[in-house]
């Protein structure tokens, strides 16, 4: 039996109301996905994964529907009104997840490659970003999560191998801030852990975030090459916590990582 739709809730964010207008216009004109995409030059998977909130898509599209839904240009209406003309500071795939880190309780991080997003210093951003002052702020806006007051912030626990420490983003100078402030960041509800240089885990497959929402629930993000993957299946999750408990007994206590990443301050990063 064919699954029943995802269940959308339009208030949620701007392409679950948008998601949520094209499947209802379609509903209404008694098409199904297979139907519309005979006649508009989008294919049944790109139209299931706008219905579905999992994806932007370009004015383009609206106005294809409009025609073909008899909407009296609904669509093309609220696409303007919802996303204008405005690039995106985030790439399609991550525009849902900064709605996820809010509602989160707990993240629970593995990034092997650089620093994690929320614990960015501005020049760090600024360097892995190329000076992208839209995607920069969008990036530092994030962090408000971990300094709010009500509700708490998340519980953090970011986990990163040894040579994150050693990539050269920026420069000596933006090393040595962000590095320093690493060192230093962690409070009752924030920890940072590093997994010294040759220790063996099963974190060689890319980076993922780990996230349970106040009512329990639990959504991961897993990075590929090409994008990454919102995952909510339970197979998966247990998946990636199995992973997660695995590399955390190869990291140090916080404290024995404040030292290594200081040390690692001292030794490469300091003229």
């Not at 039996?1 to 959308?8: C, D, F, G, R, V």
């Not at 509800?189 to 497959?205: K, W």
Request: with cysteine; aromatic share 8%.
């Amino acid at each position: 039996m064919p699954q029943p739709p995802k269940l959308l809730t339009p208030s949620n964010s701007p392409l679950d109301l948008f998601g949520s207008e094209v499947r209802r216009y379609r509903v209404l004109a008694n098409y199904s996905i297979k139907q519309l995409a005979a006649k508009i030059p989008y294919s049944p998977s790109f139209i299931g994964v706008v219905e579905r909130a999992e994806s932007h898509c370009e004015r383009a599209f609206a106005e294809h529907c409009d025609a073909v839904l008899d909407t009296k240009e609904a669509l093309s209406h609220l696409h303007d009104g919802l996303f204008g003309n405005k690039r995106d500071a985030f790439p399609e795939w991550f525009r849902k997840w900064p709605g996820v880190e809010e509602e989160a309780d707990t993240l629970q991080v593995y990034e092997p490659t650089v620093v994690y997003g929320l614990l960015q210093k501005e020049e760090y951003a600024s360097a892995l970003l190329f000076g992208d002052h839209e995607a920069i702020d969008a990036r530092l806006a994030r962090q408000a999560i971990l300094t709010r007051t009500d509700p708490k912030p998340p519980r953090l626990v970011y986990v990163l191998p040894e040579v994150v420490l050693w990539y050269d983003v920026g420069g000596a100078d933006v090393m040595r801030a962000q590095l320093q402030y690493l060192a230093e960041v962690s409070t009752p509800r924030l920890s940072v852990q590093v997994i010294p240089n040759g220790q063996p885990h099963p974190g060689n497959q890319g980076a993922f975030v780990l996230a349970t929402l106040s009512d329990g629930s639990e959504i991961a993000l897993a990075e590929t090459a090409a994008r990454g993957i919102m995952m909510e299946a339970r197979e998966d999750i247990s998946r990636l916590k199995d992973r997660f408990a695995a590399i955390c007994t190869q990291a140090l206590p916080v404290s024995m990582s404040g030292d290594l990443i200081n040390r690692t301050i001292e030794e490469k990063w300091t003229p």
